[in-house]
């Protein structure tokens, strides 16, 4: 049982680059969460999918787009990198029990962008 | 959108001490979890609390959750030198008919570190 599955684990880009990272999950959780995580500043939400064939904004979602392939996959994408989005990425699936939701995390995705 | 305030942002102590990690937020949360995040690794859930005033323990970790639902509070006993870790708090947001959102909001973490 894998969990929660980030690739690439790091990458380089350039300024202006493109690129896309890929999540996928075993757990069968219908919900999907992309975060951001820089120093001092916890997670950030980027874009969720509460479930497939939904996406929504988070709270920093400019400068990415999201595809929720199917209840496995969730993708997020830098169409134009920048230096400001240089972060540690980290792909969620989330569950919800009646006012209970609890999140797993794949190992993260550490970009840098130039 | 909701705010956790977690204090201390940093702590250093020597093995065998207490320490106590606490999550504050104006907003009443559904629910709170802990979580902890090794180097290089992604955040693993400690405990969820969701009952005003509840408190689980975990071995030498204790949480316990306010009761009117806006803080929470993590205390470790005996603080070994695997302890070392970022550790995160986040709330879940709820809405007044008290139905999950199913979002979490983080707060900035707390790096531990216990020296041997």
């Known amino acids: 049982n894998a969990g929660v599955t980030q690739t690439p684990k790091f990458q380089v880009l350039k300024t202006g680059q493109s690129m896309t990272l890929q999540c996928a999950q075993d757990m069968n959780h219908n919900s999907m969460y992309w975060y951001r995580q820089d120093p001092g500043m916890g997670l950030r939400l980027i874009y969720y999918s509460a479930s497939e064939g939904t996406t929504d904004k988070g709270e920093v979602p400019n400068g990415y787009n999201v595809s929720r392939l199917n209840k496995r996959e969730f993708s997020l994408r830098l169409e134009s990198a920048a230096p400001s989005q240089t972060s540690v990425y980290f792909c969620?699936?989330?569950?919800?029990?009646?006012?209970?939701?609890?999140?797993?995390f794949g190992q993260g995705t550490r970009l840098t962008v130039v | 959108t909701q705010l956790l305030e977690q204090s201390p942002q940093f702590l250093s102590i020597q093995e065998g001490e207490n320490l106590t990690v606490y999550c504050n937020s104006s907003s009443v949360f559904s629910s709170l979890q802990w979580y902890r995040q090794e180097p290089g690794e992604g955040p693993v859930l400690l405990v969820t609390?969701?009952?005003?005033?509840e408190v689980k323990k975990l071995k030498r970790l204790t949480f316990q959750f306010g009761d009117a639902r806006k803080d929470s509070s993590l205390h470790i006993t005996a603080a070994q030198p695997g302890d070392t870790g970022l550790y995160l708090c986040?709330?879940?947001?709820?809405?007044?008919?008290?139905?999950?959102?199913?979002?979490?909001?983080f707060g900035q973490g707390t790096i531990l570190t216990v020296h041997p």
């Open positions: 986040a709330g879940e947001e709820a809405n007044a008919g008290g139905t999950s959102y199913g979002k979490l909001t």
């Open positions: 969620a699936g989330q569950r919800s029990l009646y006012m209970n939701t609890e999140a797993f």
């Open positions: 609390v969701v009952t005003g005033g």
